[in-house]
């Protein structure tokens, strides 16, 4: 956590307002290091040299200390003030509600004391007190101590959604007809590679906020008769969403769809006026091919026709998208000799 640097002991003032029985105790662990310096180890710790102790740290006359005695000395200089005091007591208050501080004890002392009672519990809190609680995680898991279990699986969505900008304001409602089924084959492409059906569809419309036109931020939805991901049935069902919300005189600046009421696509519950189970499976054999053909050659090589062209005029700007170096062979960088 740290390097060698016993800023907390350079005060020969600090350092004698420690009990000598208490660095006594404090330095126990590391008195082979205090020797090999020619620091003379006292067999009273009441008689401690706190003049002779200060020069061995500040100044040493070989290797300086392991990591042990680093961290130590580390932490109780973080720690030796008000505030590091105040979450000391808050992080012993969690395993002991009734703990009360002695107020005339000394805040170097108070650290000291708590190391050595429970080394952990003051490690834990310098750690959280500099590196927040994502740096305490950090250093749990550096101790082999798992916070965050790995997903072997990532969970299944609750809902999907699809709405972007346009390029340019749309009005119309043929206009805005393409956007839409193009997103929707999008979210019925998501929601066919992890398996899955919507249960309930929702279209929505947003005007400019900062354009100084009329405003209108319609939304609708419905719950679908049998769930399902088929592109052309979802889109079907959204463009008459878009049509019960559409209103003549406002300029839209987005369109989008999120489908919800998500399930596994083996347990679709069928309805009474459900096509036959051949044409289920004919639709389902479309799709994937579909996909298979839009994963191979790139996306949107197969679409439904009330999508538009592969590069419609609402097509949303992006003057300073960044180059795609490792997804696309044509933004490969190329050096010249």
């Known amino acids: 956590m740290s390097n060698y640097n016993p800023r907390t002991f350079t005060s020969l003032g600090l350092l004698r307002s420690i009990p000598a029985a208490l660095l006594h105790q404090f330095f126990t662990p590391y008195r082979a290091y205090l020797e090999s310096q020619k620091f003379e180890w006292p067999a009273d710790p ?7 102790l200060h020069e061995t740290l500040l100044k ?14 580390f932490i109780v200089h973080e720690m030796a003030d008000d505030a590091g005091v105040s979450a000391l007591v808050d992080a012993i ?9 002695n107020k005339d ?4 002392v108070f650290v000291i004391q708590r190391w050595l009672l429970d080394p952990v519990l003051v490690e834990n809190t310098t750690a959280r007190r500099l590196l927040a609680v994502t740096g305490l995680r950090v250093v749990l898991e550096l101790r082999g101590l798992s916070c965050l279990a790995l997903e072997e699986l990532a969970p299944p969505k609750k809902a999907i959604c699809c709405a972007k900008g346009f390029g340019s304001p749309l009005s119309t409602l043929d206009e805005l007809g393409e956007p839409l089924a193009a997103y929707v ?21 947003e ?4 354009g100084g036109g009329p405003q209108y931020f319609p939304a609708t939805g419905c719950a679908l008769p049998m769930p399902g991901n088929d592109s052309g049935r979802l889109a079907e069902i959204a463009a008459g969403l878009l049509r019960r919300i559409h209103r003549p005189g406002f300029s839209f600046r987005k369109v989008g769809v999120l489908a919800s009421d998500l399930g596994p696509e083996t347990a679709t519950q069928l309805s009474f006026d459900a096509p036959p189970p051949e044409v289920l499976a004919r639709r389902r ?18 679409r439904l026709g009330s999508a538009g062209p592969a590069t419609p005029a609402w097509k949303m700007r992006q003057a300073n998208l960044s180059p795609c170096y490792t997804t696309r062979w044509e933004a490969l960088l190329t050096v010249s000799a």
Request: aromatic share 4%; net charge positive; no cysteine.
């Open 46 to 52: 009441e008689t401690l040299d706190h003049k002779v």
């Open 60 to 73: 040493p006359a070989g290797p300086t200390p392991n990591k042990n005695l680093a961290d130590a000395m």
């Open 93 to 101: 208050r969690e395993k002991d509600p009734a703990f009360t501080k």
């Open 105 to 108: 004890v000394e805040a170097a």
């Open 185 to 205: 084959s999008r979210v019925a492409e998501k929601l066919r590679a992890q398996r899955q059906v919507a249960g309930f569809l929702q279209v929505f419309l």
């Open 207 to 210: 005007t400019n906020p900062h």
């Open 285 to 302: 054999a479309l799709m994937a091919t579909m996909d298979r053909l839009n994963r191979d050659h790139g996306r949107a090589t197969v």
